[in-house]
């Protein structure tokens, strides 16, 4: 069983699929590409650009480091289709052989 999870992409639909992992129990961390997002995020408690009034679950790791966000046992690939490629091949420099990638990008 896979406890230890990274979001990549934190979007509206990265940061709902982050909400509903940490509320099953697991544990979670949620990339963003622009620091200032990750912060915003440690900081207000919720996604006040996409998810407004949505509070976040305490204990998801917010970060902007893609080798932090490697660090998992299975990732949740949610960046926008435009950012698919480029977010893909920073990630398989860094992520260990045999991790678990589930891709949820919208708009391909």
């Known amino acids: 069983m896979v406890n230890k999870i990274s ?3 934190s979007g509206g639909w ?8 940490k509320n099953k129990g697991l ?10 997002e990750s912060e915003a995020l440690r900081k207000n408690g919720e996604n006040k650009e996409f998810l407004p009034g ?5 204990g998801i790791l917010f970060t902007s480091d893609i080798s ?17 490629s480029k ?13 678990p990638i589930v891709n949820v990008t919208k708009g391909i």
């Open 7 to 9: 979001v990549i992409g």
């Open 14 to 21: 990265g940061t709902a699929l982050a909400i509903l992992l």
């Open 27 to 36: 544990d979670v961390t949620l990339w963003s590409w622009i620091e200032s």
């Open 54 to 58: 949505i509070k976040l679950p305490g």
């Open 68 to 84: 932090a966000a490697a660090d998992t046992e299975m990732v949740v690939l949610a960046t926008p289709s435009h950012a698919l």
């Open 87 to 99: 977010t893909a091949e920073s990630l398989g420099k860094v992520i260990k052989a045999g991790v």
